[in-house]
């Protein structure tokens, strides 16, 4: 253990230029797939959270269930789809970050609309008599509510993130781990692992949980203080 | 929803600055084995041959079989890999159009330094599987239809031990670092790349038992694909790398990639 | 003082509400039994009753945020077209939900789900700001103030909406004295504007300052509709006897 923090102290130090390279692939590539996830899940979640109809119950269970869909699963299938011999195989996706991106959209995408679904459904039963006598429709409704829901969605897409950034068997699949253009934190780690290279692996393990809490550590400040002041 | 709208067109602008990279496409995808990437050579050899063509190759380092199943879906532009039954039955097939001999390194058996079965004393590699499996003494078994494990189940057969399983043979499903890593922490036998046996780190007491029958000789190919098949693949720039290999430059390249020391791979381009 | 611009009444008005055999069940209970009720143009009307006799339920049927099981809700004045009933009525909470945002941005937001244009909305949010004297806290995010300024607030947001008749449920049970005089003073603004108000309380002191008819519910059945000083003085039934006693109350 002492090696590996000695390790990732090292690496930071010295800034080296491939690290750098695969550090800014890893936060590009997992920042972009939860902008897109949030972007489709927010009001997907927020809809199901407003009307009822009919299978609903059957949709919020998938979703759940689907929160805990395996990487590698959500890998195979944009494998099989962007792949030449798939459907979309003319597109010559796989094996670039914009793969990595449509896996990582797919895992997040359950995980943000789920428990967006929960939070905007708890608002809503607050919210829902006087906005429903301001004359608000169902849909006006859904970024009004989204809006005041902010501070426990921020949560909610930190989750996607952190999802994200942690898994490797998607992007593995989708991305090949080439070196220099998909390679990214995981997936080097999951090499130097192979390579037997423990202490390397552990200290780029290390400074991934460090960017993971950076992001999330100034979510947290940004968050508290703007929740202090309204309240 | 001017927030909406304002959000839409970061996504736009990230995804675009995504995409961007792509643009060049002075590029192959080359689907090899992980023996190859994890030693390093091909950080060695590829810069040469992107200084000498402008032409980057992009390594997927994947296990044999699943290599020639990327190849099979035209998803690599060409392959490098070690089975030569495989190959060429990969080129009968019709998936490949040609087939050529790169280079070769060996297979190493490699166990705890006390070596319970006494492989050290092995006539030749068969006997040395022939007594793991009389001992039971735990064997770590790549089990990922790799090049490796293909070349290990042929050993198995010439040992005369069909299908070899019970509580000491453990199938892994992992790659070959990965089976080093649990061969070193169960103190088992386990049959490696020599490459990859260099390269790696996480020996404890592992050490190399059993070396040097030519039975343990390890093919690598390169496998031109069929542009028949897949007619939207690069495959000018795949026969120049194909072809780079096989010259005089590309083998000795390879020839001159030393790792601690040692040379890896031995160039045997006809 | 601005004036509120008075719509054409004749032309324009949803009133009169006449509501006829509303009973409303939930879950195998009678919370409202055949309740027949017209409310004409003008005044001040309170419904009173003890816990649970059916009062708000009544103000969410007649406001349209429930449907009644049996009977039906008809809006019958001249003006009362689908769009014109949702955005010519307003209605006042007990406990007032205010959005995660200022309390003007509250009443702008008000004003923009009605379609209000923009330049209008802000003219139209600050007037109503500064009618329920809010000017200092405006820019104050809503949710951290106090009850009786929510309150206000949420009486400035509906009077910016200009709401033809103004349906207010026990508005006052949860605020200290100040905060109950400054809403009592707001419902006389609205009723010199013309609005018609419909609000529900128990305090008795309360209805008899503020209203011009009461109408008494128990265990969901109209008892009584009569006005405040003949409810107070004569009352017909022993039920309402009791409540003006102060025996009633559940």
Sequence with gaps: MDNAFQTALRLILEMDPELLGIVTLSLRVSLTAVVVASIIALPVGAAIALWQFPGRGVVVTILNALMGLPPVVAGLMVYMTLSRAGPLGELGLLFTPTAMVIAQVILILPIVAALSRQIVEELWGEYREQLQSLGVSRLRAIPTLLWDARFSLVTVVLAGFGRASAEVGAVLIVGGNIQGFTRVMTTAIALETNKGNLPLALGLGIILLLLVATVNGVAYVVGEAARRRLG | ?270 | ?250
């Design chain 2, 1 to 270: 929803m001017k927030h909406l709208f304002r959000n839409l067109v970061a996504v736009v602008a990230v995804l675009g600055a995504v995409t961007a990279a792509q643009a060049d496409d002075r590029y192959i995808t080359l689907a090899s084995t992980t023996s190859t990437e994890a030693s390093g050579l091909f950080e060695h050899i590829i810069p040469e041959f992107r200084e000498e063509t402008g032409i980057d190759v992009r390594v997927v380092a994947v296990g044999t079989g699943q290599a020639f199943e990327i190849g099979r879906r035209g998803d690599a532009d060409i392959v490098l890999v070690h089975d030569t039954t495989g190959e060429k039955e990969f080129v009968d097939n019709g998936y490949a159009t040609e087939r050529a001999d790169v280079m070769y390194n060996d297979f190493v058996i490699i166990g705890p330094e006390d070596d319970p079965a006494n492989i050290s004393e092995a006539d030749s590699a068969a006997d040395a599987f022939a007594r793991i499996a009389e001992a039971e003494a735990p064997f770590t078994s790549r089990g990922d239809d790799s090049g490796t494990h293909r070349a290990e189940l042929r050993m198995w057969e010439s040992a005369g031990v069909e299908d070899p399983s019970g509580r000491w043979y453990r199938e892994l499903g992992s790659g070959m670092g990965e089976t080093l890593n649990t061969a070193a922490g169960m103190n088992a036998y386990v049959m490696a790349d020599r490459a990859t046996w260099v390269a790696f780190d996480n020996r404890q007491d592992l050490t190399i038992l059993y070396e040097g029958d030519e039975a343990l000789f390890n093919q690598y190919g390169s496998l031109l694909l069929n542009p028949e098949r897949h007619p939207d693949l690069k495959h000018d720039l795949a026969e120049q790398w194909h072809e780079w290999l096989l010259s005089e430059d590309g083998q000795e390249a390879i020839a001159s990639y030393r790792l601690r020391g040692q040379q890896l791979f031995f160039p045997n381009a006809e």
């Design chain 3, 1 to 250: 003082m601005n004036r509120m611009e008075t719509p054409d009444i004749d032309t324009t008005s949803l009133l009169p509400l006449e509501l006829a055999g509303v009973s409303f069940r939930h879950r195998g209970q009678t919370l409202l039994e055949r309740l027949d009720l017209r409310l004409e143009r003008n005044g001040k009307t309170l419904l009173m009753g003890p816990n649970g006799a059916g009062k708000s339920l009544l103000m969410r049927i007649c406001h349209g945020l429930l449907r009644p099981s049996t009977g039906t809700v008809r809006w019958t004045g001249k003006g009362a077209s689908g769009d014109a009933i949702r955005r010519r009525q307003a209605m006042v909470f007990q406990r007032p939900v205010m959005l995660r945002r200022s309390a003007l941005a509250n009443v702008r937001y008000a004003l923009a789900v009605q379609g209000v244009p923009r330049g209008e909305r802000r003219s139209r949010a600050d007037e109503a700001i500064e009618r329920f004297g809010l000017e200092s806290i405006a820019h104050r995010p809503a949710r951290v103030l106090s009850g009786g300024e929510q309150q206000r607030l949420a009486l400035a947001r509906a009077w910016a909406l200009r709401p033809e008749i103004l349906f207010m449920d026990e508005p006052t049970s949860a605020l200290d004295p100040a905060a109950m005089n400054a809403v009592e003073e707001a419902v006389q603004t609205f009723h010199a504007q013309g609005t018609r108000i419909v609000m529900s309380s128990h305090d008795l002191g309360q209805a008899r300052r503020l209203a011009d008819e009461v109408i008494f519910l128990v265990n969901g059945r109209l008892m009584e509709r009569a006005p405040v000083t003949a409810f107070f003085e004569q009352p017909r039934s022993r039920e309402a006897a009791a409540f003006i006693r102060g025996d009633l109350v559940w």
